[in-house]
């Protein structure tokens, strides 16, 4: 069941008897596209924690200072 | 069981459980990503028709295999979200369809690539191509019907019904190698003997590849679906906190 490496040189390798064109472009879309596929979602949680916290001290900032406000100025900070 | 279900449809629980599972998933992948690449692209022996092109096989077969996935979990999902109205099901539902259409893709890439040499042709309008082709489409047609509803709850409703009709198109594709003689060849058979036309040496790796590719389709997504969660709990306490805390 195991074969040994399939190839006599480094050369041989890449050229992976004659369709080095078919194999390597099919496996670097694959690997492209793992890497995009995770991190992208990681950026996106990266993007959403950062935002939902600065809407989190915000919000605070408003209510803690909200009594000195006058209603003009809370709507302002709301957009 | 009830309660089991119940639970399974509370996002913070399911955002709690998936963060604790995450990381074994994540090295399970790699692990067998790692093995199956080296060897695919190192140990497996040319085929005697095909030559080194064989290797794609362990691209191509993986994401075309899952690919039959997509739809039954939508719909699955679609299910649980018309009959129970789970919040957690529509969530899963809505990260599905843009995975499964960038899935379908690349399995529809590869096999053109493939093609290519092996058949002389990037493209034919056999059963199994068009079928496919069709489900990319389908899937284009999931994310766009979402997206096109403004009310989030009446295209939670409109996906799912897509999704459950589009299963038709699954069978399609699985038996089309079988109702249309053309190029897609059938699906090869796994023996153990070594004089199978399937060895070990070849098969072996592929089984290995394609619980890598399902675990890396699993493992990206429960990251969309954690998103979902965050984006559409964020009110809620248990969010609030944790964005506090981070």
Redesign the interface.
């Known amino acids: ?7 006599s040189s480094f050369g041989d ?1 890449v050229e ?4 080095a064109f ?2 390597w ?3 670097a ?2 690997l492209l ?2 890497f995009i ?2 991190y992208f ?2 950026l ?2 990266k993007q ?2 950062r935002e ?2 600065r809407r ?1 001290l915000v919000n605070r900032e408003k209510v803690s200072i909200g009594s000195k406000l006058s209603n003009n100025e809370m709507d302002k900070n709301d957009s | 069981m009830w309660l089991w279900f119940s639970k399974l449809g509370s996002p913070k629980w399911f955002y709690e459980l998936s963060g604790k599972w995450l990381p074994w998933l994540a090295a399970g992948m790699s692990l067998l990503l790692i093995v199956g690449i080296i060897w695919a692209l190192l140990f497996v022996p040319p085929d005697y028709q095909q030559g080194d092109t064989i290797r794609i096989m362990y691209v191509h077969v993986p994401f075309a295999s899952i690919s039959l996935a997509f739809f039954p979990l939508m719909a699955v999902a679609g299910t649980i979200t018309l009959v129970w109205r789970m919040k957690l099901a529509d969530m899963v539902a809505k990260t599905v369809a843009p995975l499964g259409a960038w899935f379908t893709a690349l399995a529809l890439a590869s096999g053109s690539i493939w093609g290519s040499d092996i058949w002389g042709t990037w493209w034919i309008w056999d059963g199994r191509l068009t079928s496919m082709l069709l489900q990319f489409f389908l899937l284009v047609g999931v994310i766009s019907l979402r997206s096109a509803l403004e009310d989030a709850d009446a295209a939670a409703k409109a996906c799912a019904l897509l999704s459950i009709v589009g299963c038709i198109n699954v069978f399609v594709i699985k038996y089309s190698v079988d109702w249309w003689n053309t190029l897609h060849q059938p699906s090869g058979s796994f023996s153990l003997s070594d004089e199978a036309p399937n060895p070990p040496e070849v098969w072996v790796p592929l089984v290995i590849m394609i619980v890598a590719v399902y675990l890396f389709f699993v493992v990206s997504l429960i990251l969309s679906t954690r998103n979902e969660i965050l984006e559409r709990e964020r009110r809620s306490q248990w969010v609030q906190e944790l964005i506090e805390a981070n």
């Open positions: 069941m195991f074969e040994s490496i399939q190839f390798f992976m008897g004659g369709y078919n194999v472009s099919v496996y879309l694959f596209f793992f596929n995770l979602p990681m996106k949680r959403i924690m939902k916290k989190l």
